[in-house]
């Protein structure tokens, strides 16, 4: 890394009242520093609070179909949790993922061409030697997704889990009601959350990853490619495509699995870098 600088702040009117002040930078720690991680943070939490609220709409919606005192307030706790849990995962897509989001592609840019696009601190987030150019975008990008592709991977078996149980208890319901209008309801609890949206637009994401990650992989492992116009482009090209599909799928990698498996994704990453990516 480079030297600490000091960052000047300048105004650019003629003004003489207006005085130049330099502001110290902080001195960098030797531990990895990873701010734009906050946010994520508060995705995570956010969608576990709609989960829960998916969850207990449809133990509420189960509990509907029997007849009972307060059946009726039960019919009017089912509509205000689906409302809830639109709003809420709406909000959670349009606000904190995209906040998240933007700021991890700062800090994407930032590592890749020591441009500082952001507030927010990143120190050692990738690892790897590159020089600052398309190349390191390339080569950080690439890291990227060979943490994406294991943990997607990984989530896989869960998420199928989740959508399974989901579906059977759904196809019980429609065995045991009777009552068209209740299975109505039931239908709307389970299709209008557009929980096996997410799913199908997870497998998608999968996949995706997987095609973006084999386009590095050739780049940089398999054919070693000169560091020339089509290679950049081809570069650029993979970036790009992985930042779109992220923008367009939305989702949110499981925390737990990567930190679960962080040490040992960390040391694969090195060993495939130092062994087949760096230039020697």
Request: glycine share 0%.
């Amino acid at each position: 890394m480079s030297s600490p600088q000091k960052n000047t702040l300048k105004h650019t009117l003629s003004c003489p009242e207006l005085t130049v002040i330099n502001l110290p930078e902080p001195e960098k720690s030797e531990e990895k520093v990873d701010e734009v991680n906050k946010l994520y943070n508060r995705v995570n939490i956010s969608e576990k609070i709609a989960n829960g609220v998916f969850f207990i709409n449809l133990i509420v919606s189960a509990i509907t179909i029997f007849e009972f005192k307060y059946q009726d307030l039960f019919f009017i706790i089912n509509i205000i949790f689906s409302i809830t849990y639109v709003v809420l995962s709406n909000v959670i897509d349009i606000y904190f993922k995209n906040r998240a989001e933007n700021e991890r592609r700062k800090s994407f840019i930032k590592e890749s061409f020591n441009v500082n696009l952001t507030k927010r601190k990143t120190y050692k987030y990738y690892n790897n030697d590159e020089q600052e150019s398309l190349r390191k975008m390339g080569v950080n990008c690439f890291e990227n997704l060979f943490f994406t592709k294991y943990i997607a991977k990984k989530m896989l078996i869960t998420e199928s889990i989740k959508v399974f149980i989901i579906v059977l208890l759904y196809i019980i319901l429609l065995i045991q009601v009777e009552n068209l209008e209740l299975l109505v309801l039931i239908t709307q609890t389970v299709f209008s959350s557009e929980y096996f949206f997410k799913y199908i637009k997870f497998l998608y994401f999968k996949v995706h990853v997987t095609r973006i990650y084999q386009k590095l992989f050739d780049i940089f492992v398999t054919t070693h490619a000169e560091d020339d116009k089509v290679t950049r482009i081809k570069i650029l090209d993979a970036a790009m495509d992985y930042e779109c599909l992220k923008f367009y799928c939305k989702i949110s990698l499981s925390s737990r699995i990567y930190n679960k498996y962080n040490n040992k994704l960390n040391k694969e990453w090195d060993e495939l870098y130092h062994s087949s990516i760096v230039y020697h």
